[in-house]
């Protein structure tokens, strides 16, 4: 069978109903690893989150998996990941900034996420789940800045709960709907272009403000 991960993507219910008869409860730790690299690793933010957590409810709802100890194990998993990103952003942050003569990672960029983080930090790191690529990303960034761990962890629990039991209850009650479950390469694509919706409006209010100084200049 050949590599398609956009049809992986878009079949991710077929994909994970032949790994949960070929592998069963092995299930569990290839789904724990796919979340923990997502969370944790910042070189991994092309993984499918959003969908996966959702399908993941769906065939847990028909028998596949037991869904407690599947959100739980995936809300370990995302809280484990986070904390290593942060980690490795406040373990290599100060590396990276220790040159006072480069152009990317200036000394005054450090100051200035480090002060963002002291006053947004928190909801920051919980809004970053709901995110692709910015829930990769913003724990990195929070350990390159700093923030007070325990406060971060704290957040990083909080919208973890939010967005692992959000999805796989909402998979688990809906997943199996007859209407959606034939349209569930639609729904797939819609769960994505929803939650891009954020980032693309932030590019856009972006530009909209760089335009009116570019005008003036």
Known sequence: MDFNPIDIIL???????MLVNNYGPWIYAILFLVIFCETGLVVMPFLPGDSLLFIAGAVAAGGGMDPVLLAGLLMLAAIMGDSTNYVIGRTVGERLFSNPNSKIFRRDYLEKTHDFYERHGGKTVTMARFLPIFRTFAP??????RM?????????????????????????FFGNVPFIKSNLSLLVVGIILLSLVPM????IRSRMGR???????
């Open 11 to 17: 079949h991710l219910d077929v994909y994970l109903d």
């Open 140 to 145: 990195f960034v929070a350990g390159v800045a």
């Open 148 to 172: 007070f761990y325990p406060r971060f962890f704290m957040f990083s629990v909080f919208g973890t709960i939010l967005w692992v039991g959000g999805l796989v209850t909402l998979g688990y």
């Open 200 to 203: 693309i409006i932030g590019v």
């Open 211 to 217: 335009s009116p100084s570019k005008a003036k200049a």
